[in-house]
T-cell receptor, first 117, second 109 residues
C-alpha cells in the first residue's frame, strides 16, 4: 500500500497563532488529498478536498479563510490553521488518493494532534 | 439523522468469542463501503472493503445489504489485539468518505 506522512505529529501553540500541517504522499502521486478533523470520541469529519493545482473544496460549516489549504504539488498538501483558538484543538488527519491507486482508496496519514492553549 | 450510524458499544468480549457489528447508511446512492479500524490516538486503517456478495478475510467477514442499506462485520475467534474502534465508512458518489462514529471493541483475556 501507499505511505502518507504528516508533520508535525503533534503541536502545542498559543491562542491567536497560526499552525501549518504538512501532508505528503511518499511513494505515489496523489491527485486528490483530503483533510479531516476528529474531536475526542467523535467521528472523523471531512473538512475539505483538494486537487493538485486547484482551489480546495470546503465542506459546509468549515471556514476557508481560517483553514487555508494549499496543494501545490502531487505529493504535498498543507493545512494552515490561522489564528488558532482552543476550540480548534483536535486531531487533524489527511488522506491521499489517486496516482497508481484506485480513486476508491484513500491512504491516511498518521494525524497531527493540535492543542491550542 | 446521521448519514452512517453505528452502535457505539463498547462491546466487551472474552478472547475467542465471535462478535458482530452493524451499521446503517442513509444515502442509497453510496457506491463503496468499508470497515476501518482505529486504535486510540491513531489514524484509521483500512480493514476491508465490503462487497454485495459478502467477503471474508481470515477471521473477518463483511456483508452488505444494499436494499436495507445495512453493513455488518463479523469477527471470529477474537484476539486481544482486536481491541480497537471499528469504523463503518461509506463512499458517496463524489468519492467522499463518510465515517460512522465507530464501535468500540474490548477483548479481555
Amino acid at each position: 500500500g501507499a505511505v502518507v506522512s504528516q508533520h508535525p505529529s503533534w503541536v502545542i501553540c498559543k491562542s491567536g497563532t497560526s499552525v501549518k500541517i504538512e501532508c505528503r504522499s511518499l511513494d505515489f502521486q496523489a491527485t486528490t488529498m483530503f483533510w479531516y478533523r476528529q474531536f475526542p470520541k467523535q467521528s472523523l469529519m471531512l473538512m475539505a478536498t483538494s486537487n493538485e493545482g486547484s482551489k480546495a473544496t470546503y465542506e459546509q460549516g468549515v471556514e476557508k479563510d481560517k483553514f487555508l489549504i494549499n496543494h501545490a504539488s502531487l505529493t504535498l498538501s498543507t493545512l494552515t490553521v490561522t489564528s488558532a483558538h482552543p476550540e480548534d484543538s483536535s486531531f487533524y488527519i489527511c488522506s491521499a488518493s489517486g496516482g497508481r491507486f484506485s480513486t476508491d482508496t484513500q491512504y491516511f496519514g498518521p494525524g497531527t494532534r493540535l492543542t491550542v492553549l | 439523522r446521521k448519514e452512517v450510524e453505528q452502535d457505539p458499544g463498547p462491546f466487551n468480549v472474552p478472547e475467542g468469542a465471535t462478535v458482530a457489528f452493524n451499521c446503517t447508511y442513509s444515502n442509497s446512492a453510496s457506491q463503496s463501503f468499508f470497515w476501518y479500524r482505529q486504535d486510540c490516538r491513531k489514524e484509521p486503517k483500512l480493514l476491508m472493503s465490503v462487497y454485495s456478495s459478502g467477503n471474508e478475510d481470515g477471521r473477518f467477514t463483511a456483508q452488505l445489504n444494499r436494499a436495507s442499506q445495512y453493513i455488518s462485520l463479523l469477527i471470529r475467534d477474537s484476539k486481544l489485539s482486536d481491541s480497537a474502534t471499528y469504523l463503518c465508512v461509506v463512499m458517496d458518489s463524489s468519492y467522499k468518505l463518510i465515517f460512522g462514529s465507530g464501535t468500540r471493541l474490548l477483548v479481555r483475556p
